[in-house]
C-alpha cells in the first residue's frame, strides 16, 4: 500500500490534557525517501484507546497514561477490573496496541503515598507480558513542544503499523 498524502488522528473525547500533532510530518519509507504528509485531527468518541488514525483504524492504538496516580489507580486500585477490560478491549481491536505513558521512568520507579517502590513497575510489566503491549515510556511531556514531538511520534508509529500490514495482507 502506499504512504496516504493525509492523515486523520482521531483522539478520545474523553481526552482530558491530549497530546499535540503537527500540521505536517516528514516519513521516510524503508528507501529512505521522505514524503510529507498532512496531518489532520478531530477529536471524537473512540471505542478504546485514546488515540487512533483514522485511515487505518486497526493498525496501532494507542492507550495514554498521563501520570503514575492514574496508572496506579487503573492497575492496583477501585479500577482494575475497568482498566483490564478496557486493556482487553484494546488489544482486541488492532494489531499494535500501545501504553503510552507520559512521565518518565523514575517517576514510575519512585515511592507513593501507600505505594512502595518497584509495585507499580510490577504490575506494568505483567501487564505489557500478558497483553502484549508495546511501552512507551515519553518522559514528562507537559510542554506544548514535546507535546507536539510526542503527537509526531506517534503519527509515525501509527502510519508505520497501518502500511505494514496492508502490506502483509
Known amino acids: 500500500m502506499k504512504v496516504p ?4 488522528i482521531e483522539i ?9 500533532f503537527p500540521a505536517n510530518i516528514r516519513y521516510f519509507d524503508e528507501s529512505g525517501s521522505p514524503k510529507l504528509i498532512r496531518v489532520e485531527t478531530i477529536v471524537t468518541h473512540l471505542p478504546t484507546g ?9 493498525g496501532c492504538l494507542i492507550e495514554r ?6 496508572l496506579a489507580t487503573n492497575l492496583l486500585g477501585p479500577d482494575r477490573r475497568r482498566c483490564l477490560s ?7 481491536s ?9 512521565f518518565s521512568m523514575a517517576d514510575l520507579q519512585r515511592d507513593q503515598p501507600n505505594l512502595p517502590a518497584g509495585r507499580l513497575v510490577s504490575a ?5 507480558s500478558e497483553y502484549g503491549l508495546t511501552l512507551l515510556i515519553a518522559g514528562p511531556c507537559k510542554r506544548s513542544t514535546y507535546r507536539k514531538q510526542l503527537g509526531a511520534t506517534i ?3 501509527m502510519l508505520s503499523e497501518g502500511v505494514s500490514n496492508e502490506l502483509r495482507s
Open 124 to 128: 506494568v510489566a505483567r501487564l505489557v
Open 5 to 8: 498524502n493525509k492523515v486523520t
Open 65 to 70: 497514561k498521563g501520570a503514575t496516580r492514574e
Open 155 to 157: 503519527v509515525h508509529f
Open 50 to 58: 485514546d488515540y487512533r488514525m483514522k485511515e487505518f483504524p486497526t
Open 86 to 92: 478496557a486493556i482487553r478491549r484494546l488489544c482486541d
Open 12 to 20: 478520545d473525547s474523553r481526552e482530558k490534557f491530549p497530546l499535540l
Open 94 to 102: 488492532c494489531h499494535r496496541p500501545i501504553l503510552l505513558c507520559d
